[in-house]
């Protein structure tokens, strides 16, 4: 439960700070930098408290970049006059910059988790996941350089575009590999684990059948305009 209740507050604070991250991002870049900082030097000390019972999830289960992933992914889904795309679209760029400072706590507290191991107990499933981590961990890093401005304005811009659709396989692989790294935790009945999966496969499903939806819509609008451009193209 402490789970959800920090996924809604998060996004609450997506909500109300919308405006100023447009206006200001760097102050929130630099906010999330210490965030970042604060769960290390927490994780190192081990840190107890009701309030880090909250903070600690977010970061470790890469749950708020996942949040902010998923904000950003969703938008561009939704219809052009839906309150939530016109409220949060300006800021897709501020959010993916954000969610990407805050997964480099998870990458690197399961990379000094797992990688130790590699020559030790190179299994097939420690393989599949710490490749599928480094595709994952490849991917963010592209999109997060070119979320800056001064590099996409160093870019083409249909380069740019072409670029920017790896966001497509990076959410739902990213999804992928979060399932998997909770499943023996939720398996086991880790409730923590459990509401995870459950929120993430929410998120994805309905991602999956907005992004559909979408598509349908947007072909269908296509086949409609294009006997228009024939009839067009005959007159002329």
Not at 23 to 34: D, E, M, Q, S, T
Not at 67 to 84: A, H, Q, T
Not at 211 to 233: F, G, N, V, Y
Request: hydrophobic content about 60%; overall charge positive; proline content about 4%.
């Amino acid at each position: 439960m402490r789970f959800v209740i920090a996924l809604i507050l998060s996004f609450a604070l997506v909500w109300a700070f919308a405006k100023p991250l447009k206006k200001y991002p760097v102050p929130f870049y630099l906010g999330a930098i210490a965030l970042l900082g604060l769960y290390f030097w927490g994780t190192s000390v081990g840190v107890r408290g009701e309030a880090w019972s909250y903070f600690q999830p977010l970061m470790q289960r890469c749950a708020l970049a996942f949040l902010l992933f998923s904000i950003v992914m969703f938008v561009g889904v939704l219809s052009e006059r839906n309150p939530l795309r016109v409220h949060l679209m300006p800021i897709r760029r501020q959010l993916s910059i954000l969610a990407c400072i805050f997964a480099v706590g998870h990458i690197v507290f399961y990379s000094a988790s797992y990688i130790p191991r590699i020559t030790s107990a190179f299994s097939g499933n420690l393989a599949f996941s710490l490749g599928l981590a480094a595709l994952i961990t490849a991917l963010m890093v592209v999109l997060w350089v070119t979320s800056f401005q001064v590099v996409k304005h160093g870019m083409k811009a249909l380069t740019w575009k072409r670029v920017q659709r790896l966001a497509y396989p990076f959410y739902v692989l990213t999804y992928v590999h979060l399932a998997l790294l909770l499943m023996p935790s939720a398996l086991v009945g880790n409730t923590v684990a459990v509401a995870s999966i459950a929120v993430y496969s929410v998120i994805m499903g309905a991602y999956v059948v907005l992004r559909t939806a979408k598509a349908l819509r947007d072909h269908a609008a296509a086949s409609a305009s294009a006997p228009e451009l024939d009839l067009e193209t005959a007159a002329a």
